[in-house]
């Protein structure tokens, strides 16, 4: 990777300016505008500072782009209190925050080789300013450990390790997961959402972490964890081709899962029978306050566990999927979902095609990326050892198993401003797989679906699914 970081961002002073005249005028907006005015206000004005200060920390310009939009926001009560003229000026600079804000992130974003460079526009600027927006309101709500538990994750990592040693799955993390009983009889109940029907399927998982493992009775002790959910699409008619779509974090609603995979143009338009699974702790299965709380939060044993059991859960759905007589089977997965689409690649053989978009593939370094820099070096302080913690995870990454699958099946797309899940992440998923198909996008790890380099990776693979089902008669 080539580093871009420059230690001059004069764009910073466009958010100070924001800020200051957030501040400023705050007073004249009432009680209740001015508290208002203190969130974008204080944004802006911290995190420009910041910016010119301290150049190269990556969570600044995140909470200059959280900062810009909820200033824009907030500022159209403005035309009515203070007159259009306050109103415009306050939004013209918010939304200038917003956009420059990925200018600095861009600017200090390591380029990767062989991934085309981000083109600077305004057009891209916007794209990354969402992701950096989501990435600043994730790190102000997402429940982290406290610093109490680093001993016990510290203990749970080196037990867990000494016994994967004793039982060889660091030698052989394919042995790691053993394959589930066939799900035969699942609850199938017919739904609804947004005038959308679907059926939706339910079952006991049946996972347990193995015997002896660090954290096995408190993951156990998860109850609404241990029924396996998924929203059905299905023809009646006559066997189709199966595609299984696998969701990405804090997701795993039906409406909000249909939605982002366009499931029922899939179903309709072509022809699939669509499956998407709910991931462990997410959607009916959450045991936060949040989808997806509990999953990748700093607890390595949790995460550890609910890999093994979306793998679990998921190949048990593969087998119902097979008992329906389905011609072929093509498995779809995004972000979080990318990460398991490639994981489940490896353990299962007979898939039609495998997509891994936008893929999170390494968990250990998202965490030192993406996590608050005071509480990784106080983990640090305390003995939590990254390279221990690396090979914890190895039996359920994607970068370590084998794939499967042909590799004609295998396909990939990721943007090359993405900031929630950064290019060499994808890129190391592309060259551990053989350098397969991939389509990079000018884009970000939100605007996926309006890319037309992702529309046509998927209408190929889709392609094969269907002409793979139809050799099949």
């Known amino acids: 990777m080539r580093g871009t970081i420059s230690r001059h961002a004069p764009e910073a002073w466009i958010p100070v300016g924001a800020g200051v005249l957030w501040l400023w005028w705050a007073a004249s907006f009432g009680v209740v505008g001015f508290v208002f005015s203190l969130v974008p206000g204080c944004l802006l004005l911290s995190s420009g500072m910041s910016t010119l ?65 981000p083109r ?18 994730l790190a102000i709500t997402a429940p982290l450990p406290e610093p109490e538990d680093h001993e016990r994750l510290i203990a749970e990592v080196e037990q867990a390790l000494e016994l994967y040693r004793e039982r060889g799955w660091l030698d052989k993390p394919e042995s790691y997961h053993i394959r589930p009983p066939a799900l035969e009889d699942p609850e199938i109940r017919p739904a609804r959402v947004a005038r959308v029907p679907y059926e939706h399927l339910r079952f006991e998982s049946g996972y347990e972490p193995p015997q002896d493992l660090p ?22 008619d006559r066997p189709r081709p199966w595609l299984v779509c696998i969701h990405g974090y804090q997701m795993g609603h039906p409406a909000v899962d249909l939605r982002a995979f366009r499931a029922r143009g899939l179903h309709r338009k072509l022809g699939l029978n669509v499956v998407l699974p709910v991931l462990p702790f997410h959607g009916p299965r959450r045991v936060g306050w949040r989808s997806g709380d509990g ?3 700093g607890d390595y044993l949790d995460l550890l566990h609910a890999e093994g059991q979306a793998m679990w859960d ?21 972000s979080l979902g ?11 053989e007979d898939l ?61 797309f990721g943007g090359t401003a993405d900031r929630l ?3 060499d992440q994808v890129h190391d998923l592309w060259l551990h797989w053989g350098r397969p198909r991939v389509a990079w996008f000018q884009g970000s790890h939100l605007s996926f679906q309006w890319e037309p380099q992702v529309r046509s990776l998927l209408e190929e693979a889709f392609e094969r699914l269907r002409s793979t089902a139809e050799a099949a008669h």
Not at 338 to 348: D, M, Q, S
């Open 314 to 334: 998921l190949r048990r759905i593969l087998s119902w999927i097979r008992s329906q007589g389905a011609p072929a089977i093509g498995v779809y997965g995004l």
């Open 421 to 423: 899940i950064p290019a």
């Open 120 to 137: 600077p526009s305004a057009r891209l600027a916007a794209k990354v300013a969402m992701d950096d927006a989501l990435l600043a309101s």
């Open 215 to 236: 954290a096995r009775e408190r993951w156990l002790s998860r109850l609404p964890n241990r029924t396996a959910h998924a929203w059905v699409l299905r023809h009646r």
């Open 295 to 297: 999953y990748i939060t």
């Open 53 to 117: 200060l301290w150049p190269g920390d990556m969570r600044i310009p995140q909470f200059t782009a959280l900062g810009g939009l909820i200033g824009i926001g907030f500022a159209v009560p403005v035309f009515t209190v203070a007159g259009p003229g306050t109103g415009c000026v306050l939004v013209l600079l918010s939304a200038l925050s917003w956009l420059t804000s990925a200018l600095t992130s861009l600017r200090q974003e390591p380029l990767v080789e062989e991934v085309p460079p």
């Open 338 to 348: 990318g990460y398991n689409t490639a994981l489940l690649a490896a353990l299962e």
């Open 352 to 412: 039609t095609c495998a997509v891994a978009g936008i893929p999170a593939t390494d968990f250990t370094r998202l965490t030192w990326r993406h996590g608050p820099r005071l509480l990784i070096r106080h983990a640090e302080r305390l003995g939590i050892v990254r390279d221990d913690i690396q090979r914890l995870l190895s039996v359920v990454s994607p970068l370590v198993l084998r794939p499967r699958i042909p590799h004609s099946a295998r396909y990939i």
